[in-house]
């Protein structure tokens, strides 16, 4: 459903972080963040339904994962450098830790695996897969490296049980 | 006679023997009969539920770990995600890091020495370590493979300095001493215009040979590295017409016009003495390789903030691709002789293009076999 936004996303809308936190840095705890999007999972949910937050994080996940992409990880590099790439500044930003388990570039399929993940790596169990955000998130970065649209799914979560989350990401034909 | 509840509870005590030595299908059959014997209200449907979702977990989590035991990581990925599975857990991340693992290993046989292994413990330090070996010896083969680059363009050098010392530098000097040797024995018995025409050959084999030394000695002096480079700003027109000036001779014999189009207010940044050598070079090939009525033109293209672009341009007898694609390979022997029979020994091109590399420019051909040739450099505007 369109609604007239007022507001439309954009790298910038960032803020300089270390001009406004020369005390408290450009970091803060795991916790904050997780504290942020839970509640407001909660929120959501209570207002719209699971499936319908579910689609939101989906969708948000899917603009940050482009817009990062855009504007932190070389989109020139081949796709070996850019996995290298994207994994070491995963990393460095304390995302997850990216691995590739399975690459056919041909077909674009993959299989990728992050883990101690910032969404959900220690959640206790509650037989739901939280990553949603993630789904998006790694759809977003893999659309805007190839162009081409992904569908990426999580077929394992802390939250079900698991110790790394796991996405199959597969791109659809263009 | 035991109570019916007795029976189920020993049933339900060979369904755990049973899971004990791990005959899980016979323990799922022992609940199946369970369910069916029984009446629900005495057995409790949702124990035995529960106990038939854990040995089917159980019987999953054997399925993979012996699929991973034997090494077969193409085992398909769990389809629902909610499998409530705690029993695999483990074995999962322990799968996705053998698959990782063997996806790095693709990469290092692909060239890729900067992956690291990252769990293991022992094995990842040593994995790495062998890593790290093998970028050091891919750095050491790359040096190796580059020096043995250079000893073999040495080696090609020093063959066509050798070549033109045998060959290019011996004809002419025959013909020298074949003409003084006549004059020497015959002198008192020739005219005066048989003297002159011999005396004109005689220059032209000295002309000649003066050429070629010219070129080899500063073609030896930009090999050892210890040629003068000291670029100066000049105006471009009248520096080719005093070059075209010294090589006029030959071009005015075979009747070929040479027009200097070169705008009068052209300036460029060079070193006189190897900009001069360039000229030279590439009127000097463009008269030998151009017939009577021919013409050569040297013209130069002056755009802003750009280098420089002179053209020498002949309308002489071409090249074919090949002749140019090993125009300015020292390796190959690309000599041929003027229309007229004038030696070339493809020496002068090359020193050209080291000239004009020495400025930072570039020397590059266009040519169509009988249309005719044209030579582009550039260098730095004044």
Redo the contacts between chains.
């Keep these: 459903m369109e609604t007239n936004s007022k507001y439309n996303f954009e790298w910038k809308d960032l803020g300089n972080i270390a001009l406004g936190r020369p005390n408290l840095g450009t970091s803060t705890h795991v916790l904050v963040y997780r504290l942020m999007q839970y509640t407001m999972r909660d929120v959501l949910e209570k207002h719209l339904g699971p499936e319908k937050t579910n689609e939101i994080f989906v969708e948000s996940g899917y603009k940050a994962g482009a817009e990062f992409c855009k504007n932190a990880i070389d989109c020139t590099l081949d796709f070996d450098g850019f996995m290298a790439h994207l994994t070491a500044t995963l990393e460095k930003f304390g995302i997850g830790i990216l691995r590739v388990e399975k690459a056919d570039v041909g077909t674009m399929s993959f299989v990728l695996t992050v883990s101690e993940d910032l969404d959900c790596s220690g959640l206790p169990y509650s037989g739901v897969a939280f990553c949603d955000y993630d789904e998006g998130f790694i759809a977003g970065i893999m659309h805007t490296y190839t162009g081409v649209d992904f569908k990426v799914k999580e077929v394992d979560c802390w939250g079900t049980g698991e110790r790394t989350c796991r996405f199959t990401v597969d791109g659809q034909s263009r | 006679m035991l109570s019916q509840e007795e029976n189920i509870f020993n049933d339900l005590n060979q369904v755990t023997l049973t899971l004990i030595g791990g005959k899980m299908d016979i323990a799922l059959e022992l609940l199946d009969h369970i369910e069916a014997v029984y009446d629900r209200q005495k057995y409790n449907p949702e124990f035995v539920g529960n106990l038939r979702k854990f040995i089917s977990q159980y019987k999953d989590g054997a399925v993979f770990l012996n699929a991973i035991a034997n090494g077969n990581l193409d085992i398909p990925?769990?389809?629902d995600?909610?499998?409530?599975?705690?029993l695999i857990?483990?074995y999962?991340?322990l799968h996705?890091?053998l698959?990782?693992l063997t996806?790095q290993m693709q990469?290092i046989v692909?060239g890729?020495f900067?992956q690291k292994v990252?769990f293991l413990g022992e094995f990842s330090v040593a994995f790495n370590k062998l890593i790290d070996s093998l970028r050091e010896k891919q750095i050491l083969e790359d040096q190796v493979r580059l020096q043995v680059a250079q000893l073999q363009n040495l080696n090609a050098e020093k063959d066509k300095f050798f070549s033109i010392i045998a060959h290019d530098l011996r004809n002419p000097f025959n013909a020298f001493l074949g003409f003084t040797e006549i004059m020497v024995e015959e002198i008192s018995s020739l005219t005066t215009d048989e003297i002159r025409i011999m005396a004109e050959n005689m220059r032209k084999s000295a002309v000649n040979l003066y050429r070629l030394l010219e070129n080899l000695l500063e073609w030896s002096l930009l090999q050892r590295g210890v040629t003068k480079f000291s670029p100066t700003t000049f105006l471009l027109k009248p520096k080719v017409t005093e070059c075209l000036a010294l090589i006029l001779d030959p071009a005015l014999k075979k009747g070929i016009e040479i027009i200097n189009d070169i705008p009068d207010d052209a300036e460029v940044v060079a070193d006189v003495h190897m900009f001069e050598a360039v000229i030279r070079n590439l009127v000097s090939n463009a008269i030998k390789f151009t017939r009577g009525g021919g013409h050569v033109t040297v013209s130069a293209r002056v755009i802003p903030g750009q280098p420089v672009e002179i053209a020498v341009a002949d309308t002489g007898i071409g090249m074919s691709r090949e002749m140019i694609d090993q125009l300015f390979r020292i390796d190959v022997q690309t000599s041929r002789r003027g229309t007229e029979g004038e030696p070339s020994t493809g020496l002068g091109l090359i020193l050209c293009r080291d000239f004009i590399e020495k400025h930072g420019g570039t020397l590059r051909v266009e040519s169509e076999e009988n249309k005719g040739t044209v030579f582009y450099f550039t260098v730095n505007p004044g």
């Design positions: 990925l769990p389809e995600p909610l499998r409530e599975n705690y857990a483990e999962k991340q996705s890091n698959n990782h996806w990469q692909r890729d900067q990252r």
